[in-house]
């Protein structure tokens, strides 16, 4: 009895370490497949003279580039809501995510992104922009 308990034990132990290999090689895969991604983040400080109005236009016209531009392969925006303050005034950030260096360079100058950046004209006191290949 005694040597079947040790022996259960065993093969409970060696179970265990299979299972927890399997899951750090199945981890080390899916990060080795995963593709990098070309981010391209815009940080926007708006003149205190930009009413709500100025800036739900504004949102909306960022919020409909994904539907108009098939390059952009992922988006999201959002408020600052940092309670650090070193947001310096910055105050809306929009996260783009391309595939391809190419895919930016057709979202550029794509009339819609166009038509968006002269709807900003009169609104922005400062803006920032951060592209970088995801890691």
């Known amino acids: 009895m005694k040597n079947y308990l040790l022996l259960l034990f065993a093969f409970a132990l060696l179970c265990g370490c299979v299972?927890?290999?399997?899951?750090?090689k199945d981890q080390i895969h899916a990060k080795n497949t995963m593709r990098e991604s070309l981010r391209h983040i815009v940080l926007f400080k708006f003149k205190e003279s930009s009413s709500s109005a100025d800036l739900k236009k504004i949102e909306s016209a960022f919020i409909a580039l994904p539907s108009k531009i098939k390059e952009i392969k992922d988006f999201e925006w959002g408020?600052?809501?940092s309670p650090e303050g070193l947001d310096k005034g910055f105050t809306h950030c929009f996260f783009v995510t391309f595939e391809s260096e190419?895919?930016?360079a057709t979202y550029l100058p794509h009339p819609d992104h166009?038509?968006?950046v002269a709807l900003l004209d009169g609104h922005v006191d400062d803006v920032l922009v951060l592209d970088y290949w995801s890691k």
């Not at 299972?19 to 750090?24: A, C, E, F, K, V």
Request: proline share 0%; net charge neutral; no cysteine.
């Open 19 to 24: 299972s927890r290999t399997n899951q750090d």
């Open 79 to 81: 408020l600052n809501n």
């Open 102 to 104: 190419a895919d930016r």
């Open 114 to 116: 166009m038509a968006f």
